[in-house]
């Protein structure tokens, strides 16, 4: 194995203008996915296990009894469920689109996620299905301070519910820089003292001072620009937290299964399992709870995932505006790593409401924020509340369909691209 302060091999882990090229081409063709996906259907347990692993006992989620007398009618699932649905809407790609797709244009070069941006269309509901097109819709190329070139890559994963009405869309940008220039950067330094019996009582107070709508409406009228949302607080984050969390995740990266299942797997792709310490082949995902693997690769502790964070963001919002409120926008970038012992704090203001097209809306800052002061991930976010004399209707979405949707995020890319 290469150790990370060599230099690579000659082109190896170099952007260059014929990779980028060669992602240009993958734009709007459908990816077929490789994953099924954690859950095929919306039920109750498979919701309330997602609810739970963020630390969520919202009713709305978790108890169809009373789930059934709000304006929903039945257990709903929380905004990012969908990262746990979608059966694979791609069609099966002929032998050009195969060879097109097959393999990563940006091999040897270090990823990471920037970038995470929602809308919500219409809920998922008890005993939904649910069909997902995964396909690129911009690459960028960009100069950075922390890893000289760069190519910004976006993907689009567009989500349909058991009717083939558009849900949702997950669009994510993903960074692609130069290994062995990222690295000449200088090396974070982490300080994680033990915490004192007063700092954990302040996190335990946090806990208890949390707060839930629920059915009491929050009327558009009665928000006013500069309102701090009632804080929520996720940490210290621990590995069990990570364990729990995938409980109701999936493994989303690693293909499920464990024993003879993922042997079967790691004979497929053996690039998914590195081998440990004692030369046993785990999981590329453990950087995220084994200290030794992080540190393999650079980092100075185990770290949390992107869905965590965005997911922390959902509760905080979902929470504020009550059963009868819609969370129609999100968007975050994921600046700073959030490691095992972290606190994050889960904060949010609103900073304008506008009535628009019959929509009541209202635009919100939000973020988390760690126990040093740190802003790991910011974001703004669109939610709809009812007015007096209104309630919420549901947004449409630009398409009515998976190719119109498609159609219109590479139009809309086509302006920056």
Known sequence: MTSIEEKPAEGFGVLSDEAIERSRRRLGIPNPQRNPPHNYEVTWDGVRHFAYG???DNPLYCDPGYASGTRWGELVAPPTFLYTMGEDAAPTPDPATKALLKGDPFAGLGSYQAVMEFEWWRPLRLGDRCRMLQTQVGVQPKRSSFGGRTAHVTHDYLYTNGDGEMHALRRGTWINAERHTSRKRAKETLQQPPYTPGQLAEIDAAYAAETRRGAEPRYWEDVEIGEA????????????????????WGMQLTPPGAFGIAARVRRKAPGLYPPNKLNIPDTVQRLHWEPERARELGLPNPYDYGGMRETWLCHLLTDWIGDDGWLWKLRCEHRKFNYLGDTTW????VVDKKQVDGRAEVHLAVRCENQRGEVTTPGTAVVLLPARDQAVELPAPPAPDLPGMVAHELARFSVTD
């Open 346 to 349: 889960v904060r949010g203001e």
């Open 229 to 248: 949302l009632p804080p929520k607080v996720k940490g210290p984050l621990t590995t069990t937290d990570v364990v729990v969390w995938h409980l109701g």
């Open 54 to 56: 963020y630390g969520d």
